[in-house]
């Protein structure tokens, strides 16, 4: 019985560090989600998620439970965007699920850097941050190479313009819905070191 | 008069209901509660959620994922960097961090740098104590920067008259007693640390410190600067 015991809180200890190391996972339809997604979705974002216009964002491989809460968030409204607002509100839970894990699976595109002379600045700001003005490598939070997690989005390749303005809400405090960190961050951040980063961000994959 | 307040009852009503939502949507900025200014500072004053912290027990599995959000500073093996902007951290006693970590977020210890990522709406105070206990499991690297070593053997005569009582012979600290470990610390936060804590600016300072370096000179917090900085953190 004891070991039977052990055996159990073993497996249950390893099934916790397990859910902690991998993205936590959404439970939606990937089918259901393709359906959505060329329905509602692809005019803006692209039926792969790879958005063929700079101002909406790519979608493609950004974690399936930061896209669900995005899409949560804009129909509270607790992420502004009057373009947004109305598809979130038209969407169930279900329905948000589904179209999260679908965008969740597919195969980022390339990003396209538009002005490669920046991309050693925007390379230090993504690698080390400004210890002088207090902005965190954002390496940190969204990885190495760029690649996200659950709770920091996956910024690898996607377009400059979408990021500058998502940066440029933060630090006008239009954006909130992520506890103000990055809020925070971008208010730190000079004109000429978001356009670096982004750049940079843009190279990445 | 009082018809008049009636009348605009309503509107006052709902103009306050519109406030804390807009409150809301502002970074908040560190609050400012009573320090070594104040004339009844009494340092480390029990504090209530600094004894919830430390009641509970510290879980480093949790306490490695939410670290990720320090890391962009503080860097991925707490090491923080060698300009002293961001101390190191690994290895640092458990109720070290908890306390210093509380202290920024009520506002005992003056850091707007690292107040919005320390802040009560992004950290619970289990999630503090389950960041301590992990980053006290790290072991410490002995690659912090130092001093120049001109003024090594003035720096040790320095440590050993006025802070091995409380830091330790080794720079080890005393986990029970709050005190930090200061062996491997990058030089330059500890220069920056020590001069803020002698002038009576760190605002959670020890006054048992403050009283201890107040005599000191630039060149005598440099010499023992340098040498706490090349003292050996203990094995782990």
């Known amino acids: ?205 | 008069m009082k018809h008049h307040i009636s009348r605009i009852l309503p509107a006052l009503i709902a103009l306050l209901l519109t406030l804390p939502s807009h409150a809301a949507l502002a970074l908040t900025h560190q609050p400012h509660a009573p320090g070594i200014e104040s004339k009844d500072y009494v340092w480390n004053k029990p504090d209530k959620e600094m004894e919830k912290a430390l009641g509970h027990k510290g879980d480093p599995v949790k306490g490695k994922a939410l670290y990720k959000g320090c890391t962009g500073c503080h860097k991925a093996d707490a090491s923080g960097r060698d300009d002293g902007s961001y101390p190191q951290l690994a290895g640092q006693h458990v109720t070290v961090l908890v306390k210093q970590l509380i202290d920024v977020r009520t506002g005992r210890r003056d850091n707007d740098k690292m107040h919005p990522f320390a802040a009560e709406e992004v950290l619970t105070t289990e999630d503090v104590a389950d960041i301590a206990a992990y980053l006290n499991k790290l072991p410490t690297p002995a690659t912090n920067s130092r001093g120049e070593g001109k003024r090594l053997e003035k720096g040790k005569a320095l440590y050993v008259k006025d802070c091995a009582i409380c830091h330790g012979d080794n720079g080890e600290g005393n986990d029970k007693e709050f005190y930090p470990m200061v062996a491997a610390q990058h030089y330059p936060y500890l220069l920056r640390e020590a001069r803020i804590i002698r002038d009576g600016v760190r605002r959670n300072a020890n006054m048992k410190m403050v009283k201890a370096i107040g005599q000191y000179s630039e060149e005598d917090l440099e010499a023992v600067g340098d040498y706490m900085s090349r003292l050996l953190p203990p094995a782990k």
């Not at chain 1, 373009?83 to 589904?98: C, G, H, N, T, V």
């Not at chain 1, 993504?126 to 207090?134: A, F, H, T, V």
């Not at chain 1, 965190?136 to 500058?164: M, T, W």
């Open chain 1, 1 to 205: 019985m004891k070991l039977a015991v052990n055996i159990l809180a073993v497996c249950l200890s390893a099934g916790f560090m397990a859910s902690v190391a991998l993205a936590s996972s959404v439970n939606g339809d990937p089918n259901r989600g393709g359906e959505l997604a060329a329905r509602v979705c692809s005019p803006c974002h692209g039926m792969d998620g790879n958005s063929p216009v700079e101002e909406f964002p790519k979608l493609a491989g950004i974690d399936a439970y930061y896209l669900l809460k995005q899409l949560k968030d804009f129909k509270k409204k607790q992420r502004e965007s009057p373009i947004m607002e109305p598809f979130a509100a038209a969407l169930s839970d279900k329905e948000m699920a589904d179209v999260a894990v679908y965008f969740g699976e597919q195969k980022p595109a390339p990003g396209v850097v538009a002005d490669a002379s920046l991309l050693e600045a925007g390379k230090l700001i993504w690698q080390e941050g400004n210890s002088r003005s207090g902005v965190p490598a954002c390496s940190g939070c969204h990885g190495e190479n760029g690649e996200g997690d659950e709770y920091f989005p996956r910024l690898a390749g996607q377009h400059s313009k979408y990021v500058i303005a998502q940066l440029t809400q933060y630090r006008e405090g239009r954006r909130t819905n992520d506890k103000n960190r990055m809020q925070a961050v971008a208010r730190r951040m000079t004109q000429a070191e978001i356009e670096a980063a982004t750049q940079y961000i843009a190279s990445l994959q």
